[in-house]
């Protein structure tokens, strides 16, 4: 596991190196206005994503892990489906933007669908990948498509490209990961062996896990939606620069996520719990300290990478870092809750997500930025607490099933 993680964590460490420098460049260049509408398309794309998704990638990534080899039938029906939702996705995320952005230009989403379509297709091939020890391609990818994001990128923003070219560039990195994926994934794919089913695939045994992964990529990024419609583009923009600084201090425990199934769906599962208090506690371990680190400097570290004008979302910097220890867990426990606990991990995102928006429209209105962070705080706790109670719940569970009952004389 752990070579796994170090080859998987420094690749995503060196594409959250990039991705951040590539979102400063953005931020320096682009008018606040524009910086925030780029800020709500990445997040609401995130939002109107899942649609595209409904629990087909995880569902994919657990049968895989079982198998021990990429299934060609498998992979390809779960391909097939991913695209015909994305249409849905496209939609959705084009509604979303347009009804909060300062620039309601329809050309932003249709160039970021695009995006949704490329990702849909190498997303998929990753997550099969990742589930039979191939972490790497994940990693490279990772660092090779933010490079480009990056170099073109700033090329494109300093010959005038604005906000239309910084949405191209993540359109331009998502198609040609896709090509590149699915080569790679070409090599590794074994011919479909009839008695593998597809039935766990479908959409009717991974509803639950659409509700459940909805509710999940929603809570994550609907501050950032939610400011945008009650505070503006701008304010929207600030918060998403230190909410990006967070993202970076969980990279670690969102790349163990990844590995999450891998490590513990070829177990019995007597032995899954016991696995993942290991993750979890690792995970709390590698965002504390990186946490702790930056939280002393919040407002050096915002003024000088973003601007001077960003300084003063150092306070909103600190409360986010206060809940990267609970966010680290439910990077780490999420995919596993999600394949072990069927609907009771729906219920369980489902409640975050309602606290998460019901403390943000309370707090937003007179707190601004800070509110949101407080949202976040206070939901993620809950949702880390929520999580590790449902998989423990559900071993034992197993564990009263599995006891043979002697009937009293």
Known sequence: MFSQLATLASGRGAAGLLSA?????????????????????????????????????TSL???????????????GAVLRRRLLLSIAAIAFTSALYLSAATNGSFLIPLIYALSILGTAIYS???????????????????????MGVLVVGWWWLHNGGGLTGAVAVYALADVVSAVVIT???????????RSVSLTNV??????????????AIVYARVDIWLLGQLKGSATAGHYAAADRILDAVLLIPAALGSLAIA???????????DRTKLLAGLAVLLAALPAAAVAPFAGPIMGWLFGESFRPTAFVLVVLLMSAPFGAVAAACSPVSAVTTRWLFTIVFGAG?????????????????????????????????LLLASIRHQRHGRERKMTPQVDGD
């Open 21 to 57: 420098l590539w979102l400063i460049t953005a931020a320096r260049t682009l008018s606040p206005s524009a910086f925030g509408d780029l800020a709500l398309i990445l997040a609401v794309g995130s939002m109107g994503g899942v649609l595209s998704d409904l629990g087909q990638q």
């Open 353 to 385: 997500l309602l606290v998460n928006i019901v403390l943000n429209l309370i707090l937003i209105p007179t707190f601004d930025a800070t509110g949101a962070a407080e949202a976040n705080l206070a939901s993620e706790l809950l949702l880390a607490v």
């Open 263 to 273: 490590q513990t769906s070829p177990l019995p599962p007597s032995q899954r719990w």
């Open 61 to 75: 990534a657990h049968e895989t892990a079982q198998l021990g080899y990429l299934d060609k039938r498998l992979i």
């Open 124 to 146: 998929t091939q990753i997550a099969a990948l990742t589930a039979i020890g191939r972490a790497q391609v994940d990693g490279a990818n990772e660092v090779i498509s933010r």
């Open 183 to 193: 080569l790679v994934a070409r090599k590794t794919l074994v011919d479909s062996d």
């Open 202 to 215: 479908s959409l009717r045994k991974t509803v639950h896990l659409a509700f459940a992964m909805t509710a």
